[in-house]
């Protein structure tokens, strides 16, 4: 067995690792930029923990990856995280622009089927399965968007407008492919059991 998947199943089972560590820092940061953005309307502040949240999610990935940290835990933790924060950034987003709503209902949708298909993936094929490249691309024009209508707080409508109208799209892309496959995952899981 190669020193990869030594280190890999040495943490695959751990609960305190690093990545996991950050995560559940950014779970701490949710009710922060809450009350700043709506309590406080202190956007600059908002925006900085916002910034900070999606930093340590880079980071989060980049040592789970790098230094062999991933972790079963991690794998549901991460995204978990980072749909939570989305959706409260959203709903404080929703108070001053309204269209905002949108990409959250959308987001709702989208997590829902996800976590449903996805659990009955777990069941069936017994492994967890970490986020594909459109899941990462959908996170960063998300992150991308709220950061700019919160420094932004006048944004024009138009410009508003086209970054949630490309939110939705990459959204539903994303929602679709994640759809089919988990579908694919179970065709396989099934056909592997006949056999």
């Given at each position: 067995?190669?020193?990869?998947?030594?280190?890999?199943?040495?943490?695959?089972?751990?609960?305190?690792?690093?990545?996991?560590?950050?995560?559940?820092?950014?779970?701490?940061?949710?009710?922060?930029?809450?009350?700043?953005?709506?309590?406080?309307?202190?956007?600059?502040?908002?925006?900085?923990?916002?910034?900070?949240?999606g930093l340590t999610d880079i980071v989060d990935g980049y040592v789970?990856?790098?230094?062999?940290?991933?972790?079963?835990?991690?794998?549901?933790?991460?995204?978990?995280?980072?749909?939570?924060?989305?959706?409260?950034?959203?709903?404080?987003?929703?108070?001053?622009?309204?269209?905002?709503?949108?990409?959250?209902?959308?987001?709702?949708?989208?997590?829902?089927?996800?976590?449903?298909?996805?659990?009955?993936?777990?069941?069936?094929?017994?492994?967890?399965?970490?986020?594909?490249?459109?899941?990462?691309?959908?996170?960063?024009?998300?992150y991308a968007t709220m950061i700019m209508h919160v420094i932004w707080?006048?944004?024009?409508?138009?410009?508003?407008?086209?970054?949630?109208?490309?939110?939705?799209?990459?959204?539903?892309?994303?929602?679709?492919?994640?759809?089919?496959?988990?579908?694919?995952?179970?065709?396989?899981?099934?056909q592997s059991s006949v056999k």
């Amino acid at each position: 067995m190669s020193q990869y998947h030594s280190e890999e199943n040495t943490y695959q089972h751990k609960i305190f690792t690093i990545p996991n560590l950050l995560s559940a820092f950014r779970l701490l940061l949710i009710p922060i930029f809450i009350w700043l953005y709506c309590a406080k309307q202190a956007y600059g502040w908002t925006t900085f923990v916002l910034i900070l949240s999606g930093l340590t999610d880079i980071v989060d990935g980049y040592v789970a990856r790098h230094f062999h940290m991933v972790s079963d835990l991690g794998k549901m933790l991460d995204p978990v995280a980072d749909k939570l924060t989305q959706g409260a950034m959203l709903f404080c987003l929703m108070t001053v622009f309204p269209f905002m709503i949108v990409p959250f209902i959308l987001l709702i949708v989208k997590e829902t089927i996800a976590a449903i298909t996805g659990l009955i993936v777990i069941k069936k094929t017994g492994c967890v399965y970490g986020a594909v490249w459109h899941g990462k691309v959908t996170t960063c024009l998300l992150y991308a968007t709220m950061i700019m209508h919160v420094i932004w707080y006048r944004i024009p409508p138009m410009i508003s407008n086209l970054l949630i109208a490309l939110c939705t799209f990459m959204m539903l892309l994303s929602l679709v492919l994640y759809f089919i496959r988990n579908l694919k995952l179970l065709k396989e899981a099934s056909q592997s059991s006949v056999k």
